[in-house]
């Protein structure tokens, strides 16, 4: 899942870049809602790999990732999922390295993964979704009321660059202290012309 970069390699080195965008929006006890963006820039390398900049949201949701040299994948999981465990250690001063292990865990032992269809641009393409749901089995989470129904989905398809067509983390508290949702869904791409470095967000394009 991790290397979910594929459609990235129908990239030739030498040719214009590809942004692809995404859009992001939350609905939070704490924050309220919020739509944003977070724009991918590839640029392939006669190697194979990939150099990477991500622009990940805006203004004062802005997370400032480093670009990623000779990439192989798609690192728009690893950022959401980052970013998201630092929301978790904001709102429950809970260890980031604690959450962060459940969730690798379990990808490993807990991942339930069923075929499924999309419709995109009027027609049926087969996706995978992903379904997590890392402190549910846990005995710590006890200390953080709403965590153990947490639960993240991953929806894959190689019809979309990259192939994460959606990333959604929900955590539904009953008791309201730690009420959470968040949605990532691809929305297009775009070419990028540039020698070197991330170019202009789509937006000014």
Not at 165 to 183: C, M, Y
Request: net charge negative.
């Amino acid at each position: 899942m991790f290397r979910g970069g594929q459609r990235y390699s129908s990239l030739e080195p030498g040719t214009d870049r590809l942004v692809a965008r995404e859009a992001a929006a939350a609905n939070a006890d704490d924050a309220g809602s919020y739509t944003d963006r977070v724009d991918i820039d590839v640029r392939p390398r006669a190697d194979g790999g990939k150099d990477v900049w991500t622009d990940f949201l805006s203004a004062e949701r802005h997370v400032p990732f480093p670009p990623l040299m000779d990439f192989h994948g798609n690192p728009v999981v690893m950022f959401f999922l980052e970013r998201d465990v630092g929301e978790m250690h904001r709102l429950t001063g809970g260890a980031a390295t604690y959450f962060r292990n459940r969730i690798r865990q379990a990808f490993v032992d807990q991942a339930q993964v069923t075929a499924i269809e999309l419709q995109r641009d009027g027609k049926a393409v087969p996706a995978t979704e992903i379904t997590l749901t890392p402190f549910a089995q846990d005995q710590h989470v006890a200390v953080f009321p709403g965590l153990a129904e947490k639960r993240y989905r991953f929806v894959l398809s190689e019809s979309v660059p990259g192939r994460i067509v959606e990333i959604r983390s929900e955590a539904p508290s009953k008791t309201g202290q730690f009420s959470t949702t968040e949605t990532m869904t691809f929305v297009g791409e775009a070419p990028c012309t540039g020698d070197i470095g991330p170019c202009a967000p789509v937006s000014q394009q």
